[in-house]
């Protein structure tokens, strides 16, 4: 019996008018903005992520006046960090090592082409070079990496070898020789790619090289310190802060600086994607509210519309149960076809998001298409059109079946 | 063949009265209104608008239930019961033919004369099978497919001339069925339905016209302000029209 009315509804649906998909417009919105921030999920909180530089490994990264807007990590920075700084934090007894780093844009030349791109120093000494090849997540794809003495090498992120249309056509490859800053270097490798837009496209050198090119003198960009306990980072963290403090003569709360843990970093990200998605949640939740009064409306239009019909149902044997069925599963269908096309909706803004987000970030995410998700997202919309529907099935069901036959 | 003898009370109706509160005044639709239709009779329900004659349909229809007096359809009280028993009752008793053919666009033909049986719980493949027969019975099998939007005006009553046979209800109630038909189509119509009270249905008319009363019922009851007025029967039967008809028959066996 329930299947009858539910291939009733199905026939009564198909010839429903425009007015009564858009009052779906709510529930598709809804279930659209669910479905779709699910599937971009992991996308999302890696493009966060990489926007503000978090990096897997487990070590503390140091900067003079915190997040600067534009132009590489240390520039515009009025009261720079300097080596003094470095070795200090380096005698903390928490701190196995601290490395200085120094970043700068540099003028690339290849095959004629001029490209602007960031430039990175390695220090001379290879424990301290590991531990920037580890805080930055670089492995070697061709050639190698930078080694001690490598005197006018440099070593390229994964887009010089892979865009070679940025550089009139030819790929940059181990061999090649480059211009940087109107100095000629030699490709010794290329990185495999790591999938940040700065990582792939930063050139490392030796120390020596970029003192040459650029002239830091004693100021550091980023210092990167590795605590002597990775259990104890927070710990380790907070020193660094204290002893800063201390040689920068400010005040608990007024620091100049910054020293950002991987934790810290990601619980940054976790805190804007969670704004993120309240805020979603919100609007969705706004959305079905609003999606379900449109239910609401026009199954009442419906009812009124269709008195004559419930009539003659009615004078043909329906009980007021079954006029109420009637109503009430095609409201359930009206709120569950909204669900399927937000989901669908919802799906492909995932699917196109997360491509968006590979193709920027030469990541190679998949969308998260949780099915069971989906599956409770349908449910909820098929609950919410038969809750909609309840009042106006509970009128068409009183309806007299005299009156209503005289429409 | 028709029956003549025997035949049994089907509708019997028992001082009867439906006012309706208009206002500060009380409208006396029926009005302590008594009669008798006996099975397989052909009646009309003959009177000018305003008579009463709705109020009438939809009581004997079992769609309204009377201020005051006893309705018996079948030899059952029908003026205390439930909503949801009317509803079974006129589902499986009595097949409504209405003016406007009131068929529901959404559904096709064949759809419309299965609805019926569905409220009385019918398996789907009986369902299709009955109405297929039904279809074909009301000579439209080759377009039961169809939406009723897309028949004539003849067709659409004939289709619900099926659907009003679906329960193989004992009392067929048409109001005014001819109404929106022009005088052939409505001709056609009328012979449907002398067909099927042939077969024994009882056949209650609700028309204003007089010479479709006197054509085609047996007996003709005269409604006016809410008060029966007179009866009048027909007392030589059908004549040379029933031999016509007797070989249309054929066709139902």
């Known amino acids: 019996m329930i299947t009858d009315f539910f291939s009733l509804a199905l026939k009564n649906l198909k010839h429903r008018g425009i007015r009564s998909w858009l009052t779906l417009l709510g529930i598709f919105i809804g279930v659209t903005a669910v479905v779709s921030l699910i599937s971009l999920g992991n996308g999302l909180q890696l493009a966060v992520a990489s926007q503000l530089g978090v990096s897997s490994s487990e070590l503390i ?37 601290a490395v200085r780093r120094n970043i700068d844009s540099g003028k690339i030349e290849f095959n004629d082409n001029l490209n602007f791109r960031y430039v990175g120093s390695l220090p001379n000494n290879k424990e301290d070079r590991d531990l920037i090849y580890t805080s930055l997540n670089i492995e070697i794809l061709f050639g190698r990496l930078i080694k001690e003495g490598d005197s006018g090498k440099v070593v390229l992120g994964y887009n010089f070898y892979d865009k070679p249309e940025e550089w009139g056509g030819k790929s940059l490859t181990p061999g090649k020789t480059i211009s940087i800053n109107d100095n000629n270097f030699q490709i010794i490798g290329i990185t495999d790619k790591v999938g940040s837009i700065i990582m792939d496209n930063v050139v490392v050198m030796n120390e020596n090289d970029m003192e040459d090119i650029f002239g830091f003198g004693e100021e550091a960009d980023i210092i990167i310190a590795e605590p002597k306990n990775k259990d104890k980072i927070q710990k380790t963290k907070e020193d660094i802060e204290k002893l800063l403090r201390d040689i920068r003569d400010v005040r608990e709360g007024e620091e100049d600086f910054e020293v950002s843990t991987p934790e810290a970093s990601l619980s940054t990200v976790n805190s804007i994607l969670g704004g993120v998605q309240i805020f979603i949640a919100i609007v969705a939740f706004i959305s079905v509210f609003i999606g379900a009064l449109g239910i609401v409306n026009t199954m009442t239009t419906s009812v009124l519309e269709r008195k004559k019909e419930i009539g003659l149902m009615k004078s043909i044997g329906a009980k007021n149960s079954h006029i109420f069925l009637q109503f009430f599963v095609e409201s359930s269908l009206l709120g569950l076809v909204g669900g399927i096309a937000g989901a669908l909706f919802g799906t492909l803004v995932g699917i196109l998001g997360t491509i968006g987000i590979n193709s920027f970030m030469g990541t190679e995410l998949l969308p998260d298409i949780n099915f069971l998700l989906i599956s409770l997202t349908l449910l909820g919309s098929f609950i919410i059109g038969g809750i909609s529907g309840i009042v106006p099935a509970m009128k068409a069901a009183k309806q007299n079946p005299v009156e209503a036959l005289r429409g | 063949m028709k029956k003549i003898v025997d035949k049994k009370p089907i509708i019997k109706l028992k001082s009867v009265c439906k006012y309706y509160r208009m206002g500060t005044n009380i409208v006396k639709a029926v009005d302590n209104a008594s009669l008798e239709i006996k099975e397989g009779e052909f009646v009309a329900i003959m009177g000018p608008s305003g008579s009463g004659k709705s109020t009438m349909m939809n009581l004997i229809g079992s769609l309204d239930v009377p201020t005051r007096g006893k309705i018996f359809l079948d030899g059952q009280d029908i003026s205390t019961l439930s909503e949801s028993d009317l509803a079974q009752i006129r589902g499986k008793k009595i097949g409504f033919i209405f003016q406007s053919f009131n068929l529901i666009n959404n559904l096709t033909a064949k759809e419309n004369v299965m609805v019926p049986m569905m409220f009385q719980g019918h398996a789907p493949a009986e369902r299709d099978f009955r109405a297929t027969h039904l279809m074909n019975l009301v000579d439209l099998k080759d377009r039961m497919n169809h939406s009723p939007n897309e028949l004539s005006g003849g067709q659409q009553q004939r289709v619900a001339i099926a659907r009003s046979l679906a329960n193989s209800p004992e009392v067929i109630l048409a109001d005014e069925p001819t109404g929106n038909l022009d005088t052939k189509t409505g001709a056609t119509v009328m012979d449907f339905l002398k067909d099927l009270n042939e077969k024994g249905k009882t056949i209650i008319m609700v028309t204003h016209d007089p010479d479709l009363a006197k054509n085609h019922a047996e007996v003709v009851f005269w409604l006016k302000d809410g008060k029966i007025e007179k009866v009048t029967r027909k007392k030589n039967g059908w004549g040379e029209v029933g031999k016509d008809r007797l070989k249309k028959l054929k066709r139902y066996k």
């Open chain 1, 61 to 97: 990264t140091i900067q003079a006046g915190g997040l600067s807007g534009y132009g590489p990590p240390g520039s515009n920075v009025v009261d720079p960090l300097t080596q003094d700084d470095v070795d200090a934090i380096e005698k903390l007894s928490s701190v196995e090592n």
